[in-house]
C-alpha cells in the first residue's frame, strides 16, 4: 500500500433539526517501517492469565504497511478499519482527543447537543420539586438528552480489532475522552498510553437511584468486553483535568461525567493487566459486570493483576464476580483525605487470590475496609502488608465488620506468575516502573 492511506470516513447523524459531522474525508498516515522493540514485544510467557492456552502477540506478526502512526481520533479510527483483523501495529504519537472535529480539534459538549437540550433546561424540567422522587425521567427533555447522547457516543467509543498492538511512542502519548472498546475480539496489547477523562456531556438523572438520587453516565477510558487474550501494559488512567472533586453538585449529587476506568465485563477472559497506574477515580475496575450474568461468565474472567499503583481511587480496585482472579505485588494508596471506601469488592461467586500486596493506608483510614462483601464467596489473602506490616486481611475485615464476615480459601492456586517479590520492596518497584512513559522492562 502506498505511504499513506487514502481512506474515507464519514459519519454523518441527523437527529431532531441539528446535525452533526463527526468525520470527514481524511488521510490517515501509515508509517511504513517495520517497527521495533517495544511495538513487537508479545506477552512473555507465564506472565499471566493472557499467557494461557496460546498466549497474547497482539500486532507482532505485522507487515510494514500494517504499522501505523496516528495524531488524532480520524487517523485512529482508519488504521484500524484499514487493516482489519490483520496484525496490526498502532502508534499513537501525541495527544488523540475523542471528543474533536474532523481536524483532531477538540470539541465541547454544545457541538452534540439535539433536541433544544440544555443542561439549565433538563435542570429546570427535572428538578425533585418538579418532577417528583418516584419516576425516571421521561418526556421531551429526556428524549432530547438522550439523543445527544447517542450522537456524543458516536465519537466517544472507538472499536479496537483483533490481533493488535496499540502502543504510545515516547512518554507523552495520551488519548483524551475516548472510549476504546476491546470489544468481542482477540488477542489485544495495549501499552505506554495516559488514557484520560472519558467524560460523558449528558448524564441522566434518576431519583429512583438510592435513597437520594444519582447522575448515572456511560464511558469507561478502556474496556474489555467479551474480548479474550488481552494484555494491558505500563499505561497511566486517571480524570485528568476532570476530577469528581472538582464537579459541581444538582439535585444534591455530584453531577457525575465518569463512569469506570477500565472495566473487564461481559465474559472477557485471559486478560493480564500489568505496571498500570490507576489515579484518582471513583468507580476504577469492574471484573463482572452483573450478579445475574453466570451463564455467560462461570469458567471466563480469569484475569491477573500485578504491579499497579491504584492510587487514591474510591472503589473496585477491582470488584470481581464470577472470574478466577490473582491480584498480586499491586500497591495501594489511599492519602488522607481521599475519599475512600474499599479496595477489594467481594462480589457473587468470584474467586479472588490477593497476595503479597502493599497498602499504604493515610491517618484515620481503617484497614478493615480494605475488603468488602457483596455476595457470600470466598478469597485468599495471604502475605499482605499494610503500612509495613504483615496484615491478614480477611481477619481483620472480619473483626471491624462482624455483619459481612467473609471466608478463606479461593479454592485455586494461581501459576501463571514471572516472579513474586515481597510486599516490602513492591512500593519502590511499581513507583519505579509502573504508568505510561516508563522504561517499558520485564
Not at 502506498?2 to 441527523?14: C, K, L, N, Q
Request: proline letters at 5%; aromatic letters at 8%.
Amino acid at each position: 500500500m502506498p505511504a499513506r492511506m487514502r481512506h474515507v470516513r464519514a459519519i454523518a447523524v441527523v437527529m431532531g433539526a441539528t446535525s452533526l459531522a463527526l468525520a470527514v474525508s481524511l488521510p490517515a498516515q501509515a508509517t511504513t517501517h517495520r517497527g521495533t522493540g517495544i511495538e513487537r514485544a508479545v506477552l512473555p510467557a507465564g506472565d499471566g492469565w493472557a499467557s494461557a492456552d496460546g498466549s497474547t502477540t497482539g500486532g507482532a506478526g505485522a507487515t510494514p504497511e500494517h504499522v501505523y502512526t496516528v495524531t488524532d481520533r480520524a487517523e485512529l479510527i482508519a488504521a484500524f478499519e484499514d487493516a482489519g483483523d490483520a496484525p496490526k501495529i498502532v502508534r499513537i504519537a501525541g495527544t488523540v482527543h475523542g471528543n474533536s472535529d474532523a481536524e483532531g480539534t477538540p470539541i465541547g459538549c454544545e457541538a452534540y447537543q439535539q433536541g433544544g437540550y440544555t443542561l439549565e433546561k433538563y435542570l429546570d424540567a427535572y428538578d425533585p420539586a418538579v418532577w417528583g422522587t418516584d419516576e425516571v425521567p421521561a418526556g421531551p427533555l429526556e428524549d432530547a438528552r438522550a439523543a445527544s447522547a447517542k450522537l456524543q457516543a458516536a465519537a466517544v467509543n472507538v472499536n479496537v480489532p483483533s490481533n493488535t498492538t496499540l502502543v504510545g511512542v515516547g512518554k507523552d502519548a495520551t488519548i483524551i475522552g475516548a472510549s476504546l472498546q476491546v470489544k468481542n475480539v482477540s488477542n489485544v496489547i495495549v501499552r505506554n498510553i495516559s488514557f484520560e477523562d472519558t467524560y460523558d456531556c449528558f448524564p441522566q438523572w434518576d431519583p429512583t437511584d438510592g435513597d437520594q438520587g444519582a447522575w448515572n453516565s456511560e464511558y469507561d477510558n478502556l474496556v474489555v468486553h467479551g474480548s479474550s487474550h488481552v494484555w494491558v501494559d505500563h499505561n497511566t488512567f486517571s480524570d485528568g483535568d476532570r476530577p469528581d472533586a472538582d464537579q459541581p453538585h444538582y439535585f444534591g449529587q455530584v453531577y457525575q461525567q465518569h463512569d469506570g476506568l477500565f472495566d473487564i465485563v461481559r465474559g472477557a477472559d485471559l486478560v493480564t493487566v500489568s505496571w498500570n497506574v490507576l489515579e484518582d477515580h471513583d468507580k476504577t475496575m469492574l471484573i463482572g459486570n452483573s450478579d445475574g450474568a453466570g451463564a455467560s461468565d462461570r469458567g471466563k474472567l480469569r484475569v491477573t493483576l500485578h504491579h499497579n499503583l491504584f492510587k487514591d481511587v474510591k472503589e473496585r480496585a477491582p470488584r470481581v464476580r464470577f472470574g478466577q482472579v490473582d491480584s498480586y505485588n499491586n500497591h495501594f494508596v489511599a492519602t488522607t483525605g481521599s475519599a475512600y471506601g474499599y479496595t477489594y469488592g467481594i462480589g457473587a461467586e468470584s474467586k479472588l487470590v490477593a497476595e503479597s500486596n502493599a497498602f499504604t493506608l493515610g491517618s484515620g483510614l481503617d484497614r478493615a475496609k480494605i475488603l468488602k462483601k457483596w455476595s457470600e464467596s470466598s478469597l485468599t489473602a495471604e502475605n499482605n502488608y499494610v503500612n509495613g506490616r504483615k496484615t491478614d486481611l480477611i481477619a481483620v475485615h472480619n473483626a471491624g465488620v462482624p455483619a459481612e464476615q467473609l471466608t478463606e480459601g479461593a479454592g485455586w492456586t494461581p501459576t501463571l506468575r514471572t516472579r513474586v517479590s515481597h510486599p516490602l520492596v513492591v512500593p519502590l518497584l511499581v513507583g519505579l516502573g509502573a504508568g505510561a512513559g516508563k522504561p517499558l522492562v520485564r
